[in-house]
């Protein structure tokens, strides 16, 4: 079925940037909703951003919004988030995960609502 290998995590300092990549294969993503989550040590898994194919909705969590953006190329079946302005706090395990379909703008952040996950990518930001 649809495999999701993420990449682009690593060390970087306060302040810094990363960008991270989501490659899709097996399966066209252009149908499904896809997004990035993320777990802290001692964390649950939260809800980062996700965008929509078939609304083309982007959604944020509050505490990246003005820093991060997600972003999409069809053609190349690959998920993208810009994160700039790195916090100590966005430290994580970051893992691209996908659905079939669309889904609302209440219900996007919910982690069991994916079928698809990557492998996971470690972003590091410290001095």
């Known amino acids: 079925q649809l495999q999701l290998v993420e990449s682009g995590g690593g060390l970087v300092q306060p302040g810094g940037s990363l960008r991270l990549s989501c490659a899709a294969s097996?399966?066209?993503?252009?149908?499904?909703?896809i997004g990035w989550f993320r777990q802290a040590p001692g964390k649950e898994r939260e809800g980062v951003s996700c965008?929509?194919?078939?609304?083309?909705?982007?959604y944020y969590a509050d505490s990246v919004k003005g820093r991060f953006t997600i972003s999409r190329d069809n053609a190349k079946n690959t998920l993208y988030l810009q994160m700039n302005s790195l916090k100590p706090e966005d430290t994580a395990v970051y893992y691209c995960?996908?659905?079939?379909?669309?889904?609302?703008?209440?219900?996007?952040?919910?982690?069991?609502?994916?079928?698809?996950w990557g492998q996971g990518t470690q972003v590091t930001v410290s001095s």
């Open positions: 965008i929509s194919a078939s609304h083309r909705s982007t």
């Open positions: 995960a996908a659905l079939w379909g669309a889904i609302s703008s209440s219900r996007w952040h919910l982690f069991y609502l994916y079928e698809y």
């Open positions: 097996g399966f066209s993503s252009d149908y499904y909703t």
